[in-house]
């Protein structure tokens, strides 16, 4: 093969990989910030992609609203449905145990994808980007100026999350439930407030990454699941609750993806994110950044 | 330092060599060493967060240390799970009770035999007559052991519907079913009353006779001073003296550590 | 208890909704495929959301060597068999000693990675559209080829395992199964490998599945990697709930009661399955966490607070 177009398809491969790289990671994310609070697993957390991007598409397209405003509603539509898991489906369970409470989350996922089904039909969406089409030249390879509107989205996630978590009491207060929740209550703080938050942040997060993605690749009401378990390896692959973690897994994640998919066989494309999560499992499953003592302390 | 690991007297049972535990950046344990003669009570006291059932998880393989080596009759434990220092012949009991929850006190029991069962999965599931006899056999020694604690009436009751008292008996009535060598008790007493807390006494000090070794925590000081052999005192994880209940009585460090605690039952 | 699994042999007496026969017959191979899953969560305290890829497994062990190189059926299952025991010995051994969290996932990515390589491996499988020609179950001559003798081999194949189970349950595994399920560091005090004893039970909820998996392919002759996909798994999951994780019992009446409302009663409602499944779900984990097996147990309960 030329080397000139070797390196561009190497290039095209990176780019790609990033930009869904930024998608996953920001799923981890928000699997994180529950995780950390709760312990719980919310296999919910990739229909809240979906309903970004889904929800996006019903404000800004079908009654068009001017996107700014559709992007604000949005976000707060979907905070508002992550809540309401919390809600109805978290604080609703008697006598909670991990297990039953992940059992909750995947009927609330289900719940939430039906009931899209409902809304929107099977039909994939699609979204004007927010600075067009046209393709930027780099190094060869083409980026689209979506993507960068996508990795934008994840810096702005990392940059507002380290600073809330760093310097709001808010933020600090819903650390010390991670941590801690007795002594958080002890303090006076109102761990089931945190849980709610937690939800709250996830959802929008995760309907950031929808509404990011779906001008690129469409959206339709089934992917959630995809995303969900490719966000949940990006967890595992960075460290299971480590922030830093999640988005480096993200980035890798979607890099192993678009390698594999290019070089290997695109087939395949939507293994590849699972067997480096299964493989992560075998050998080193705390992660990159993770820390083995926290899986010693099983709770469930 | 010279290395003395493996200067283990073949009359030792226990023998924890120069152990560090370090927590994040707390250090729970530094430089602990003892041994532990057979067939002895020794306790181990200390003020609240010395470090007492850390040693206890350590010994039984619960945590790894960071630093140094336990040996309990012949092999080194530091690396092993914790299932497997039961084998081995070590048992315990926890301070917070952790009894079975939705079984009989029998059946608690009984778990404790589980490793002298022989039975694998599949006789268990064809239910050949062997498993039928070695139930029975479970069964009867489970029985012995409870009345050797003084429970055997109210072996089929559900085990949390017993009072507290009751109940750590049913985990010490467990702890023998395993046949140990060395028992672990981790504060017996606590939340006891008076008469509890003589009954256990007593049969500590049985199970002493009967030739088990016996590692315990403890705050309540008489019961300490009245059973114990030798006593270990930790302090913020290091121990500061070792000796007979007379000695540590007059140890000045010891009274210095416990100033502004009440001694007796805390 | 033992007694009413006869119950099933009395039922083929009724002729007069004949169709019902064959919805039992999936029900019986959903019970398989559920009962050592029940065990494994309701003993436990583990979760698999990929068994319908041992489930596929088996069927599709089961077609491709039938089908293409014509081995005995019987031969094809016990290879299904080990397959699963292989994989999910693999699966089992680092995830069990971490959280449960860990085999969650990792049984849900392992059930994807399944199908997708059903769906692509078109030389192998027939990928999406299917493999068809599996032939009919046959014992020393006996042909099994109509809707009743597959109910009879099924629903027997079931009462052994049950059987099975339930010994097992009630010996000192069961015990122990049970000890660790209350507090696992108990157990482990007590000499109990509980990571072991929990790679058990998931090797034996992967071998029944396998073997079900195996029968459903012999029984309408067709498999598609459709039927294996994530929804599966969750249905399978949904089957345990409903009827009942602390019993081996829930796994039967859940199953029959998926079973009648897939095939039966929800078909006019294809389109919102998932919709009624998931409320199904919730409604259940919040009001019947012990599932319709727990039901008497929690209306006497409910009876006896409003008495005082």
Redesign the interface.
């Given at each position: 093969m030329d080397q000139a177009v070797f390196w561009q398809m190497l290039v095209q491969y990176l780019i790609t990989g990033l930009t869904i790289g930024s998608v996953y990671a920001m799923v981890a994310v928000g699997f994180n910030i529950i995780y950390n609070v709760t312990e719980i697993?919310n296999l919910a957390q990739g229909e809240f992609v979906v309903l970004g991007g889904l929800v996006m598409v019903l404000l800004q397209v079908q009654f068009g609203l001017h996107p700014l405003i559709a992007f604000c509603l949005t976000i707060m539509v979907v905070l508002g449905i992550g809540m309401l898991l919390d809600r109805?489906?978290i604080r609703?369970?008697?006598?909670p145990?991990?297990?039953?409470l992940?059992?909750?989350t995947?009927?609330?996922?289900?719940?939430?994808?039906?009931?899209a089904?409902?809304v929107w039909g099977k039909d994939p969406y699609d979204l004007p980007a927010f600075s067009g089409r046209t393709p930027i030249a780099f190094l060869g390879a083409i980026i689209q100026p979506q993507a960068l509107w996508i990795f934008g989205f994840l810096i702005l996630v990392v940059v507002l999350l380290t600073l809330f978590f760093e310097r709001t009491i808010l933020g600090k207060a819903m650390k010390a439930s991670a941590d801690n929740p007795e002594a958080a209550t002890l303090v006076g703080i109102n761990v089931n407030h945190m849980i709610l938050l937690s939800f709250a942040l996830s959802a929008a997060i995760g309907a950031l990454a929808g509404i990011g993605l779906t001008p690129m690749a469409l959206m339709e009401y089934d992917r959630g699941?995809?995303l969900g378990?490719k966000g949940?390896?990006a967890v595992?692959l960075g460290g299971?609750g480590s922030f830093p973690g999640a988005v480096l897994g993200g980035l890798l994640l979607g890099l192993i993806e678009s390698l594999g998919a290019g070089y290997i066989?695109s087939?395949?494309k939507?293994?590849f994110a699972?067997?480096a999560?299964?493989l992560l499992?075998?050998l080193k499953?705390s992660g990159l950044l993770g820390n083995v003592a926290i899986?010693k302390l099983?709770?469930? | 330092m010279a290395d003395r690991r493996n200067d283990f007297k073949p009359w030792m049972v226990l023998r924890v060599h120069d152990v560090d535990v370090i927590f994040g950046g707390l250090t729970a344990l530094k430089d602990v060493e003892f041994e532990l003669r057979p067939g002895i009570i020794k306790s181990i006291i200390g003020p609240n967060g010395a470090g007492k059932s850390t040693l206890l998880n350590v010994i039984t393989g619960m945590i790894k240390p960071d630093k140094g080596t336990i040996k309990f009759k012949g092999h080194f434990l530091d690396n092993v799970p914790p299932y497997r220092s039961s084998q081995l012949g070590i048992s315990r009991t926890f301070q917070h009770c952790e009894i079975f929850e939705k079984m009989t006190v029998v059946e608690n029991v009984m778990v404790g035999r589980h490793n002298h069962m022989y039975t694998d999965i599949l006789s268990c599931g064809i239910k050949l007559p062997k498993v039928r006899r070695e139930e029975q056999r479970i069964r009867d020694e489970a029985f012995e052991v409870l009345d050797f604690v003084g429970l055997g009436d109210k072996a089929e009751d559900e085990a949390t519907s017993l009072p507290l008292g009751e109940q750590k008996l049913v985990e010490i009535a467990r702890g023998l079913a395993t046949q140990p060598d060395l028992i672990c008790l981790d504060e017996p007493a606590a939340g006891l009353n008076e008469s509890d807390t003589q009954k256990v006494s007593r049969i500590i000090e049985e199970i002493k006779w009967r030739g088990i070794s016996v590692l315990l925590i403890e705050h309540d000081m008489r019961l300490i001073m009245d059973i114990s052999d030798e006593i270990m005192v930790l302090n913020y994880g290091q121990k500061i003296a070792e000796g007979t209940p007379t000695e540590i009585q007059n140890n000045p460090q010891v009274i210095e550590a416990y100033l502004g605690v009440e001694v007796g039952n805390a | 208890m033992l007694v009413m699994l006869l119950v099933p042999w009395v039922l083929k007496l009724v002729p007069g909704v004949s169709h019902y026969l064959d919805i039992l017959v999936f029900a019986g191979i959903y019970t398989l495929a559920t009962i050592g899953l029940s065990m494994l969560m309701g003993y436990a305290g583990q979760i698999s959301l990929g068994h319908a890829a041992f489930f596929g497994i088996g069927a599709y062990v089961s077609g491709i060597l039938t089908v293409r190189y014509g081995w005995n059926p019987w031969f094809c299952m016990f290879v299904g068999v080990i397959v699963c025991v292989i994989v999910s010995f693999l699966i089992g051994t680092p995830c069990l000693k971490l959280q449960g969290h860990y085999l969650a996932m990792a049984t849900l990515a392992f059930g994807i990675i399944v199908f997708i390589v059903f769906s692509e491996e078109i030389e192998m499988t027939g990928g999406p559209d299917g493999m068809g020609g599996i032939p009919g179950l046959s014992l020393f001559g006996f042909k099994f080829n109509s809707v009743l003798s597959y109910y009879y081999l099924v629903w027997g194949v079931v009462t052994i395992a049950f059987l099975f189970s339930v010994n097992v349950i009630q010996s000192r595994i069961g015990r122990a199964l049970r000890a660790l399920h209350s507090s696992e560091t108990g157990a482990n005090a007590m000499g109990i490998n509980v990571s072991g004893y929990k790679l058990q039970i998931f090797v034996y909820s992967a071998v029944l599945a396998s073997v079900a998996g195996s029968f459903y392919a012999h029984y309408i002759n067709f498999v598609s990697p459709g039927s294996f996909d994530v929804h599966f798994s969750i249905k399978l999951l949904i089957m345990i709930v409903v009827g009942g994780m602390y019993s081996i019992w829930g796994a039967v009446w859940g199953s029959i009661l998926i079973a009648f409302l897939s095939l039966e009663w929800l078909e006019m409602f294809k389109e919102f399955e998932v919709l009624a499944y998931g409320v199904i779900l919730l409604l259940v984990t919040i009001f019947l966490p012990n599932g319709l097996v727990g039901l008497p147990a929690q209306v006497m309960g409910w009876v006896e607070k409003r008495k005082k």
């Open positions: 697993i109805l489906a609703t369970i008697r006598q145990t991990v297990l039953t992940i059992i909750a995947i009927a609330a996922s289900m719940i939430i994808k039906g009931s089904m409902y699941a995809m378990i949940f390896a595992i299971l066989s087939g395949y939507d293994a699972l067997i999560l299964l499992l075998f499953p899986l099983k709770k469930f | - | -």
